[in-house]
């Protein structure tokens, strides 16, 4: 069984990815704070690149969801966890010479009007400070796949449909989100990208069905081999894509 190391074990995506690839992977959990029902989890900030080179010791691909997910202060949240913090993971990766990295990048660095059709060749447009430290992570695997022999594969999540979050998303009449990813999508992108085939560096989408208006998902299919099967719109209550 594969070993991986999962960063951000214990947020929102994480927990969905570790009940979803229970049985798939031999998961090393690696968050800041105590992941529910993994005594063994390693509990450390992504500044302590000690603890995460140890971590990736014998692992086979890395998944990097850990960071502070919302904008926030750039110095005492942003830089610690979002700059620092992957530097430290792409090393601990190089160190441990693990040959698959997969990167959660944010939809929110393609800060273009509203509907329209973008493709990751084109320049990065991030909404927000936390937007741009995601981009600075996209650059850090441009440049480890190139300068040390590890497949980066970028996702670039959209709207992750999570179950706690629904209420909330119903009640302020969000029902028509393109860029809406249902969770059983958005664990299959990771699981596919973690078994892709060889490749330097790939930025993708990672939305679902729903999202086939605005971003190129056939790329998705084309790096990964994984096609959404769901649309996040008719989960909301509204339109399907």
Not at 98 to 104: D, E, H, L, N, S
Not at 106 to 113: I, L, N, R, S, V
Not at 176 to 194: G, K
Request: charged fraction near 25%.
């Amino acid at each position: 069984m594969k070993r991986i190391l999962l960063t951000g074990a214990a947020g929102g995506i994480g927990t969905e990815f570790r009940r979803f690839a229970k049985d798939l992977y031999d998961i090393r959990c690696f968050d800041k704070v105590p992941v529910p029902d993994v005594p063994d989890a390693v509990v450390a900030d992504l500044t302590d690149a000690k603890a995460l080179a140890a971590a990736a010791k014998g692992c086979e691909a890395i998944v990097h969801l850990g960071a502070r997910r919302d904008d926030d202060d750039f110095m005492t949240q942003l830089l610690p966890n979002n700059i620092i913090g992957t530097y430290n993971v792409f090393e601990a990766a190089r160190q441990a010479s693990i040959p698959r990295f997969v990167f959660a990048s944010t939809a929110q660095t393609e800060g273009y009007p509203h509907g329209t059709w973008v493709t990751p060749d084109m320049p990065a447009r991030p909404w927000n400070m936390y937007a741009a430290t995601k981009v600075f992570g996209e650059s850090l695997g441009r440049i480890y796949s190139r300068r040390f022999g590890i497949s980066v594969i970028a996702l670039r999540i959209g709207w992750c449909l999570l179950e706690r979050e629904m209420p909330e998303l119903r009640a302020t009449g969000r029902e028509n989100l393109p860029w809406a990813l249902t969770v059983r999508d958005c664990c299959e992108i990771i699981r596919h990208a973690i078994e892709a085939p060889w490749v330097e560096f790939a930025i993708v989408p990672a939305f679902s069905r729903n999202g086939a208006a605005i971003r190129d998902l056939d790329l998705l299919q084309k790096v990964t081999g994984y096609y959404p099967q769901d649309d996040g719109n008719e989960l909301l209550g509204g339109k399907a894509g």
